[in-house]
Antibody
Framework: QVQLQESGPGLVKPSETLSLTCAVS?????????WGWIRQPPGKGLEWIGIIYHSGITYYNPSLKSRVTMSVDTSKNQFSLKLSFVTASDTAVYYC???????????WGQGTLVTVSS | EIVMTQSPATLSVSPGERASLSCRAS??????LAWYQQKPGQAPRLLIY???TRPTGIPARFSGSGSGTEFTLTIRSLQSEDFAVYYCHQYNNWPPVYTFGQGTKLEIK
């Protein structure tokens, strides 16, 4: 059973960098698939942030590209998200996810709320 | 960017009846479309991928149809646990710029 678990600070100050990690169990990231991040502001819809392959290839949402960095650590079977220069509009539940065979998201983490506030 | 538009924003249906949710793409996404169900406080759950394929474990009362720019999620014989928010998601681009619809809330009538 594939499981994903987000971790990281729940509160980030404006202009600082949001950092989250997703630990994967039940599947080796090195075996394939794209792994990514999706966020959901409180009471709103889903926004795709980007994806990463085990080789380190990344693809980002153009609207966030200048502030987003994703990385992968295959030795720890985890991948990470950094979002710089955050503002209140970056407050959201952040989900890590696996994009399956067809690129639909077949596994999701439980989500972690990150609030941007001073 | 491909814009996904879902309608209606809210749909009120009685238990046991059928619900039809619509998703329209601003340009063709072929059959590269998924549907997710999200309940309060939970992560979304994949219901349909490839526009019409159900993953293992998804009840047969959920069905998807369409291709190109027009898609429909149909839920037959609504159960109490089906009342939730539903999102469509296109994954057609390469390089990927994936987008979601704004969601349809399915509520009990």
């Amino acid at each position: 059973q594939v499981q994903l678990q987000e971790s990281g600070p729940g509160l980030v100050k404006p202009s600082e960098t949001l950092s989250l990690t997703c630990a994967v169990s039940g599947y080796s990231i090195s075996s394939g698939y794209y792994w990514g991040w999706i966020r959901q502001p409180p009471g709103k819809g889903l926004e795709w942030i980007g994806i990463i392959y085990h080789s380190g290839i990344t693809y980002y949402n153009p609207s966030l590209k200048s502030r987003v960095t994703m990385s992968v650590d295959t030795s720890k079977n985890q991948f990470s998200l950094k979002l710089s220069f955050v503002t209140a509009s970056d407050t959201a539940v952040y989900y890590c996810a696996r994009h399956g065979d067809t690129a639909a998201v077949d596994y999701w983490g439980q989500g972690t709320l990150v609030t941007v506030s001073s | 960017e491909i814009v996904m538009t879902q309608s209606p924003a809210t749909l009120s249906v009685s238990p046991g009846e059928r619900a039809s949710l619509s998703c329209r793409a601003s340009q063709s996404v072929s059959s590269n479309l998924a549907w997710y169900q999200q309940k309060p406080g939970q992560a979304p759950r994949l219901l349909i991928y490839g526009a019409s394929t159900r993953p293992t474990g998804i009840p047969a009362r959920f069905s998807g149809s369409g291709s190109g720019t027009e898609f429909t999620l149909t839920i037959r014989s609504l159960q109490s646990e089906d009342f939730a928010v539903y999102y469509c998601h296109q994954y057609n681009n390469w390089p990927p710029v994936y987008t979601f619809g704004q969601g349809t809330k399915l509520e009990i009538k």
